[in-house]
């Protein structure tokens, strides 16, 4: 049923059915019993499926990646597709537009995405008004980031003005730190200056009356030499964990042509293109560490088999994206449902 709804939707901008699918859900979701059918037919409600890390207890290990929910309005809804936890963001502190359009890319032929959408949200006090209206249903974490205009000097005034102000109403954070798709972000990836910026975060975090985890999510593109760098940074400022991965820039070996590849232009990759390489850094971290830090998988899942990957490599958790859109609500009962079978 799914691939002929999705046969549809994807007729349409991508960026535009995004948000039609949005509005549908919630409108479907407002109807009499709804509610009800839909977490009978996606949920999968089972004590083996729960997970303990960093502090949270995640009623099962999948979870939906930054950018679907960047503006934190529809994760009441989409606690009914059985979702363990839902990443919110990216925020930044002031409402941005993100770059021009067109900025979202279907590659159908390699079941993937490019974006570079540019971190366009709503900004942190919509955010907030927004998380204000959380039922409760599902683990909030929270992706936040530095606004695109914003200059080197106030990257980390960006990020702590967004972990202060979302610090009650998030149970965990997110450092993204390796989006593509932002403007002078070079610092960003400076290891010096990621010791700088989270223990910066830490000590905001301690100050407070409840600390939250905080994870760093980093790029599917790292070299070896970089991981260990990457490793080495947790030890020492004992972040909670890692989401390995974000989007991809490289473009070898895709099945869609280099003139439509062209035509699209810069981006991040993501789906199935990206499963290799995400699992590879998972595998790496994981074995190279000896399991010092949790780390949630994400990139190209779209099957159970995939997600199941991910967790025999090291995952602790998963997240999907491009999958959700590609494969729909029902494969996060299918992971769940592989993750039993193995119990």
């Not at 205009?149 to 106030?154: A, K, M, R």
């Not at 994400?298 to 997600?307: K, S």
């Not at 995952?315 to 494969?331: C, K, N, R, S």
Request: proline share 4%.
């Amino acid at each position: 049923m799914y691939k002929i709804i999705r046969a549809v939707l994807f007729q349409f901008d991508p960026e535009k059915i995004h948000y039609f699918t949005a509005k549908l859900i919630r409108v479907a979701l407002s109807l009499p019993a709804m509610k009800w059918i839909w977490s009978k037919m996606y949920k999968v409600q089972d004590k083996r499926l729960e997970k303990e890390l960093f502090g949270l207890k995640f009623s099962n290990p999948v979870g939906l990646a930054a950018g679907f929910d960047k503006n934190a309005t529809m994760f009441n809804d989409l606690a009914h597709c059985g979702f363990g936890f839902i990443e919110i963001g990216t925020v930044t502190p002031k409402a941005q537009e993100g770059n021009p359009k067109p900025r979202l890319f279907r590659i159908k032929n390699d079941a993937g995405l490019i974006n570079r959408m540019g971190f366009n949200n709503r900004g942190l006090s919509n955010a907030i008004e927004a998380l204000k209206k959380n039922k409760g249903k599902v683990i909030i974490g929270g992706n936040i980031g530095k606004n695109t205009e914003t200059l080197p000097d106030g990257y980390t005034a960006d990020y702590l003005e967004c972990f202060n102000e979302l610090h009650w109403y998030v149970d965990y954070f997110v450092l993204n730190v390796s989006c593509p798709n932002v403007g002078s972000h070079a610092k960003l990836e400076d290891v010096d200056y990621l010791k700088e910026l989270i223990t910066e975060v830490q000590k905001l975090n301690n100050s407070k009356e409840t600390q939250k985890p905080i994870l760093l999510k980093i790029a599917p593109d790292l070299n070896d030499q970089q991981l260990d760098e990457i490793i080495v940074m947790i030890a020492e400022t004992k972040i909670d964990g890692v989401i390995a991965s974000n989007t991809s820039v490289d473009r070898a070996n895709l099945k869609t042509t280099d003139n439509r590849l062209t035509e699209i232009g810069n981006g991040g990759l993501s789906g199935q293109p990206v499963k290799e390489k995400s699992t590879r850094v998972i595998k790496y971290l994981a074995e190279k560490s000896q399991k010092a830090f949790p780390i949630i998988g994400v990139g190209g899942i779209h099957t159970a088999q995939d997600a199941l990957d991910k967790i025999d490599a090291g995952a602790d958790l998963v997240q999907i994206y491009t999958g959700f859109i590609y494969e729909g609500p029902a494969l996060v009962k299918r992971i769940n449902k592989a993750i039993l079978s193995r119990k």
